[in-house]
């Protein structure tokens, strides 16, 4: 069982920074992404950013450029640097960590998530 706990989360005026953090359980395998998401009430999950345990990273349009996701791989730790914050940035930020096996997922778990609020 893999253990999620988020944390960084708060409330920043419009054009602020943050950085969210992940501490994870150790990962014993190579076929990880790790990944950050953020839900509004009435909407649905997305993805945010995403790191692999090979080192690829992907980010959702609307951050790109604002939001770098890194990793902390002998601390087990998953960051989320977010710099010029916008309203529209305000969510509940999951940390995600998916394993596959052979190209197919088999494991997905999720942390409770962090409260991020941006002010205008």
């Known amino acids: 069982q893999v253990q999620l706990v988020e944390s960084g989360g708060g409330l920043v005026q419009s054009g602020g920074s943050l950085r969210l953090s992940c501490s994870h359980s150790?990962?014993?395998?190579?076929?990880?992404?790790l990944g950050w998401y953020r839900q509004t009430p009435g909407k649905q999950r997305e993805l945010v950013a995403s790191?692999?345990?090979?080192?690829?990273?992907t980010y959702t349009d609307p951050v790109k450029g604002r939001f770098t996701v890194s990793r902390n791989g002998a601390e087990n730790t998953l960051f989320l640097r977010m710099d010029a914050l916008k309203p529209e940035d305000s969510a509940r930020y999951y940390c995600?960590?998916?394993?596959?096996?052979?190209?197919?997922?088999?494991?997905?778990?999720w942390g409770q998530g962090t409260q991020v609020t941006v002010s205008s």
């Open positions: 995600n960590l998916k394993f596959y096996r052979s190209g197919a997922l088999f494991r997905d778990y």
């Open positions: 150790k990962i014993r395998y190579n076929d990880v992404v």
């Open positions: 790191l692999s345990t090979g080192g690829t990273t």
